[in-house]
């Protein structure tokens, strides 16, 4: 699978050659990241409870 990921990141003409959706490998990597990503977000805040400081990035938006 990691492979295929790869050969669908760059010039994708080698998974088009084997038969794989670039778009669909696309998407399915973002989205496993991002669930990744979601996953460690959400147990940062709910299994270390007294590393929660809503002032972690002052400067975020301002």
């Known amino acids: 699978m990691g492979l295929l990921v ?3 990141g760059g010039p994708a003409n080698a998974t088009r050659a ?3 959706s670039v778009s ?3 998407i399915a990597a973002t ?3 991002s669930a990744i990503a979601g996953l460690g977000g959400a147990s940062l ?8 400081n809503p002032r972690a990035s002052p ?3 301002a």
């Open 6 to 8: 790869r050969m669908a």
């Open 18 to 20: 084997l038969g794989y």
């Open 24 to 26: 669909g490998i696309r």
């Open 31 to 33: 989205a496993a990241g």
């Open 45 to 52: 805040t709910l299994f270390y409870p007294g590393s929660w």
């Open 59 to 61: 400067a975020a938006g």
